[in-house]
């Protein structure tokens, strides 16, 4: 995945960070490390927490 944005979320009402990450890049669908075309932009999160999870959206 290409990144091209990475954010640290922060809460609405008191404006401190929250304990996750969020930013949007490119899912390399045949895993070949390079943008091709038709590979689609990505929303994902990540936790700061020792989850080992990245959730995004899916692009089709």
């Not at 994902?44 to 995004?56: D, G, P, V």
Request: glycine fraction near 6%.
């Amino acid at each position: 995945m290409q990144i091209d944005k990475l954010t640290t979320a922060m809460g609405t009402n008191d404006s401190q960070p929250r304990a996750y990450r969020f930013g949007y890049g490119v899912l390399d669908a045949d895993l070949n490390d390079q943008k091709d075309p038709g590979e689609q932009q990505v929303y994902f999160e990540f936790s700061n927490y020792s989850t080992s999870y990245i959730f995004y959206e899916n692009p089709t």
